[in-house]
């Protein structure tokens, strides 16, 4: 058990669970974009860690850039996501992997969505380590999921609570 702030937290996946995710979606991406030189986007701050580790299993060439959004506070949605960053490159043509450490309702990508049709990508999926099928409300096919995970409150491996949790190398979800 651990505490954050006010809210006790209990383990849920281990850092070998995790590992086997992060090495399932390295293949699928290694089969998907082989010889393509992929542009990876990774969704600061959460999917540090997992856009890090999946990142250095993929074997040909690519690139790698990073958007900063927000939309949680505390433990539940605010509705309202924001682009607080925005791109440093050219996506135009590319083809574009957005990495994620969740996708929970979804309204992040949804705004991500919006970014990339701007920019006129020649093709974009979703690789996310977890994935919150209950919580999920929008149509977009989410190709790459490393873990299904019911729909509870979870911190560790980049995900934090209220900015602490982030550096945790396994998960924990909120005590009940
Ligand atoms: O599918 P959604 O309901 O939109 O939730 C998913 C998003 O929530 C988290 O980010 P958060 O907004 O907490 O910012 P952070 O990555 O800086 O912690 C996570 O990193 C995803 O980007
Ligand atoms: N820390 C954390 N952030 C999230 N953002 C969306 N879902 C979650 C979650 O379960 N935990």
Redesign the pocket.
Known sequence: MIQLHDLQFEPFISEAEIEEAIAKVAISLNEEYKGQNPVFVGVLN?AFMFASDVIKRFEGDCEVSFVKLGS?EGTS?TGTVKTLVGLNQKLKGRKVIILED?V?TGNTLEEINRILEIEEVADYQVATLFF?PEAYKKDFEIKFKGLEIPN????GYG???DGL?RNLTQVYKRKE
């Open positions: 959460g949680y949605t969740i929970d919150k509870k409150f979870i911190v995900l934090d609570y949790g």
